[in-house]
């Protein structure tokens, strides 16, 4: 899965929660919150989308690595990469 | 047509989903009706057998017009229909028969919302208002507009927003009590807890508020019910109506049923589940006409206090803030703690401000011991 991927996957996630919210118009290197309405019920839906579809779950101590889209998708990467890493080696993830 | 909440007048029935002559059953959905609110489900409260139904689909009618006769199980075709029950069998307030006869409203068409029920004087009004609205000839444009187009729903949802609240601030001899809760120990527990499960299963802080509500209102039952007739009738369960904001602007608070019966992962799942469909527009009726307090929490936009607009027949709102670090001194050492500021808006007519006081101090107390939430 390429940077790519992740962050059209990222932004459909966003867009079925805010299906008003135009996804062009976001700024990637600034904090999401301060762009777009997303109140904590929101937040914690982007997240189990997330998983369900990257198989990411994202710890809550780790929100704050992910306030930008641009945090977001670098996270998530990571977190792929390391999931199928992980896979290939068969060392616990 | 049912009252989905003290500021609907009337409503559209958008379709029938059951056909006459089909067995129902209490909690079916019968009927889709649209609202200022958007489109609600309609349930069933009896089991029987749909007769007939009396509305036809995209028909606008007032609060309280019958929809459709289901006949109860076991009773034999064509009673229902065929023979009203006798007036003597609707529950009514004596106020509520006197206003009634005066304005020349057949109680019987009238939903209640008082006690078991019964018919209340503010319900007559309702349906008195309602009628008279629906009598008023329609305009062109309001004819040929179908329901639901959007600017047209965030306009006169905020009409009914205005109608309900100008109401509350009008009759109601609203007073304020705010508290300062600390939150570490609710916070500590609650990031113990998420940290051990995926992520479909955690918490928000607000589900430990609402829980802390509904418990504090176990002890304090004086503020968890509707000021109807002039007299307090209490809920005949803790159903907190949680205000959640629409995409789009407007608000809707749908109701967590039997609150204080929960777990915290119950309340949780009944939250999520609800405010995913107040966002999808897919509510049903009983979802807003059970709540008996309203809980509002902004803490997400910073705020740190909010003093609410109750929303009457109710007798209490509690508005949450956002947290704040305050200083204070844990165990001899000045620290900075997390703090959210709690405010009642209650019903003078209902309680007193010492009630108000002791209910908040409840809360307060509930949310230092979290793991029994």
Same mark, same amino acid.
């Given at each position: !899965?390429?940077?790519?991927?992740?962050?059209?996957?990222?932004?459909?996630?966003?867009?079925?929660?805010?299906?008003?919210?135009?996804?062009?118009?976001? $700024?990637?290197?600034?904090?999401?919150?301060?762009?777009?309405?997303?109140?904590?019920?929101?937040?914690?839906?982007?997240?189990?989308?997330?998983?369900?579809?990257?198989?990411?779950?994202?710890?809550?101590?780790?929100?704050?690595? !992910?306030?930008?889209?641009?945090?977001?998708?670098?996270?998530?990467?990571? $977190?792929?990469?390391?999931?199928?890493?992980? $896979? $290939?080696?068969?060392?616990?993830? | 047509?049912?009252?989905?909440?003290?500021?609907?007048?009337?409503?559209?029935?958008?379709?029938?989903?059951?056909?006459?002559?089909?067995?129902?059953?209490?909690?079916?959905?019968?009927?889709?009706?649209? #609202?200022?609110?958007?489109?609600? +489900?309609?349930?069933?409260?009896?089991?029987?057998?749909?007769?007939?139904?009396?509305?036809?689909?995209?028909?606008?009618?007032?609060?309280? #017009?019958?929809?459709?006769?289901?006949?109860?199980?076991?009773?034999?075709?064509?009673?229902?229909?065929?023979?009203?029950?006798?007036?003597?069998?609707?529950?009514?307030?004596?106020?509520?028969?006197?206003?009634?006869?005066?304005?020349?409203?057949?109680?019987?068409?009238?939903?209640?919302?008082?006690?078991?029920?019964?018919?209340?004087?503010?319900?007559?009004?309702?349906?008195?208002?309602?009628?008279?609205?629906?009598?008023?000839?329609?305009?062109?444009?309001?004819?040929?507009?179908?329901?639901?187009?959007?600017?047209?729903?965030?306009?006169?949802?905020?009409?009914?927003? *205005?109608?309900?609240?100008?109401?509350?601030?009008?009759?109601?001899?609203?007073?304020?009590? #705010? #508290?300062?809760?600390?939150?570490?120990?609710?916070?500590?527990?609650?990031?113990?807890?998420?940290?051990?499960?995926?992520?479909?299963?955690?918490?928000?802080?607000?589900?430990?508020?609402?829980?802390?509500?509904?418990?504090?209102?176990?002890?304090?039952?004086?503020?968890?019910?509707?000021?109807?007739?002039?007299?307090?009738?209490?809920?005949?369960?803790?159903?907190?109506?949680?205000?959640?904001?629409?995409?789009?602007? *407007?608000?809707?608070?749908?109701?967590?049923?039997?609150?204080?019966?929960?777990?915290?992962?119950?309340?949780?799942?009944?939250?999520? +589940?609800?405010?995913?469909?107040?966002?999808?527009?897919?509510?049903?009726?009983?979802?807003?006409?059970?709540?008996?307090?309203?809980?509002?929490?902004?803490? +997400?936009?910073?705020?740190?206090?909010?003093? *609410?607009?109750?929303?009457?027949?109710?007798?209490?709102?509690?508005?949450?803030?956002?947290?704040?670090?305050?200083?204070?001194?844990?165990?001899?050492?000045?620290?900075?703690?997390?703090?959210?500021?709690?405010?009642?808006?209650?019903?003078?007519?209902?309680?007193?401000?010492?009630?108000?006081?002791?209910?908040?101090?409840?809360?307060?107390?509930?949310?230092?011991?979290?793991?029994?939430?």
């Amino acid at each position: !899965m390429t940077r790519d991927d992740i962050r059209t996957v990222y932004l459909a996630t966003l867009h079925a929660i805010a299906p008003e919210v135009d996804l062009t118009a976001i $700024r990637a290197d600034r904090p999401l919150r301060e762009q777009i309405d997303l109140d904590s019920m929101d937040l914690l839906n982007v997240m189990i989308g997330l998983g369900e579809k990257l198989g990411v779950d994202v710890p809550e101590a780790d929100y704050g690595r !992910m306030t930008t889209v641009d945090e977001a998708v670098t996270y998530l990467l990571d $977190r792929v990469e390391a999931g199928q890493s992980s $896979r $290939r080696t068969g060392t616990p993830a | 047509m049912p009252a989905l909440g003290a500021d609907m007048e009337a409503g559209t029935l958008i379709e029938w989903l059951k056909r006459p002559g089909d067995s129902v059953h209490r909690g079916d959905i019968i009927a889709v009706v649209d #609202t200022q609110k958007g489109a609600i +489900d309609i349930e069933v409260f009896e089991d029987g057998v749909l007769e007939r139904t009396v509305v036809e689909p995209m028909s606008k009618v007032p609060v309280g #017009t019958v929809l459709a006769i289901i006949r109860p199980a076991g009773a034999p075709a064509g009673t229902a229909a065929e023979r009203p029950p006798p007036a003597a069998r609707v529950r009514a307030t004596p106020a509520a028969r006197a206003l009634a006869s005066e304005r020349g409203l057949d109680l019987s068409t009238v939903a209640g919302t008082g006690a078991d029920g019964a018919v209340t004087r503010e319900d007559v009004e309702r349906a008195a208002i309602a009628r008279a609205t629906a009598q008023a000839p329609p305009s062109p444009s309001a004819q040929e507009q179908p329901p639901g187009a959007p600017a047209d729903r965030i306009a006169s949802m905020r009409a009914a927003i *205005g109608a309900a609240m100008a109401r509350s601030k009008r009759e109601i001899p609203h007073f304020y009590l #705010t #508290t300062a809760i600390e939150m570490q120990k609710a916070l500590a527990w609650q990031s113990g807890q998420n940290a051990a499960r995926p992520v479909a299963d955690r918490l928000l802080t607000v589900v430990l508020l609402i829980k802390a509500v509904a418990l504090a209102l176990k002890e304090h039952p004086q503020l968890n019910g509707f000021w109807t007739d002039g007299a307090f009738r209490p809920g005949t369960g803790i159903h907190v109506g949680s205000a959640t904001a629409l995409r789009g602007g *407007g608000l809707i608070a749908p109701a967590i049923r039997d609150a204080d019966r929960k777990s915290l992962d119950l309340v949780m799942r009944d939250l999520r +589940d609800l405010v995913t469909r107040a966002r999808a527009g897919s509510l049903r009726s009983s979802d807003l006409s059970d709540a008996t307090i309203t809980v509002t929490s902004l803490g +997400d936009e910073g705020v740190e206090t909010v003093h *609410g607009i109750i929303y009457p027949p109710q007798v209490a709102l509690v508005g949450f803030g956002g947290l704040v670090e305050r200083p204070a001194l844990v165990e001899g050492h000045l620290q900075t703690v997390p703090v959210l500021a709690a405010t009642l808006s209650a019903d003078h007519r209902a309680v007193d401000g010492r009630r108000g006081a002791q209910f908040l101090a409840a809360v307060r107390q509930r949310l230092q011991h979290p793991e029994q939430l």
